[in-house]
């Protein structure tokens, strides 16, 4: 199914194709503080409707994870790294998805603080 995302401004915005019945949340002390809700699929299969200047890129811990937010209204949108596998991910906030009930989703609760 093809979904629109952006953040609140629509600065950046993109679309993908997927089927999601779940989330992820984290409470690593990035993700516990902006409380996105997020779910993973190869990076490919985002589409950037704005120019990847667009968004603004934040690191932390390692830095191997791009945190994708809009400069102007301060939405953090995506994600971007690579699995365990080396392959390119993208990590979609669903809280920016454009039609989801969020009620229906199965939240899976990670431990991003043990890491």
Same mark, same amino acid.
């Given at each position: 199914?093809?979904?629109?995302?952006?953040?609140?401004?629509?600065?950046?915005?993109?679309?993908?194709? *997927?089927?999601?019945?779940?989330?992820?949340?984290? @409470?690593?002390?990035?993700?516990?503080?902006?409380?996105?809700?997020?779910?993973?699929?190869?990076?490919?299969?985002?589409?950037?409707?704005?120019?990847?200047?667009?968004?603004?890129?934040?690191?932390?811990?390692?830095?191997?994870?791009?945190?994708?937010?809009?400069?102007?209204?301060?939405?953090?949108?995506? *994600?971007?790294?690579?699995?365990?596998?080396?392959?390119?991910?993208?990590?979609? @906030?669903?809280?920016?998805?454009? *039609?989801?009930?969020?009620?229906?989703?199965?939240?899976?609760?990670?431990? *991003?603080?043990?890491?």
């Amino acid at each position: 199914m093809p979904y629109k995302a952006s953040c609140h401004c629509g600065q950046v915005a993109f679309t993908f194709e *997927g089927e999601f019945k779940e989330a992820l949340a984290c @409470n690593c002390s990035l993700c516990g503080r902006r409380g996105s809700l997020l779910w993973f699929m190869p990076r490919e299969q985002l589409q950037l409707l704005t120019p990847d200047e667009a968004a603004a890129s934040y690191t932390f811990n390692k830095h191997v994870i791009q945190h994708r937010f809009c400069p102007r209204c301060g939405i953090h949108t995506h *994600g971007e790294g690579r699995d365990p596998k080396g392959q390119q991910v993208a990590a979609v @906030n669903v809280r920016c998805v454009e *039609g989801v009930d969020l009620d229906q989703l199965h939240v899976h609760h990670f431990d *991003g603080r043990a890491i």
